[in-house]
């Protein structure tokens, strides 16, 4: 069984008004992990 899953690098920012979330210019990191 092969799972692939995307990470994308954020940068979580609290702010007094709430949550922002910034993306980073950076491409996602795809990890292929074969389980099993």
Request: glycine fraction near 6%.
């Amino acid at each position: 069984m092969v799972e692939v899953a995307i990470i994308i690098p954020v940068i979580e920012a609290v702010t007094p008004t709430g949550i922002i979330i910034v993306e980073e210019p950076l491409p996602p990191t795809v990890l292929v992990v074969d389980v099993g």
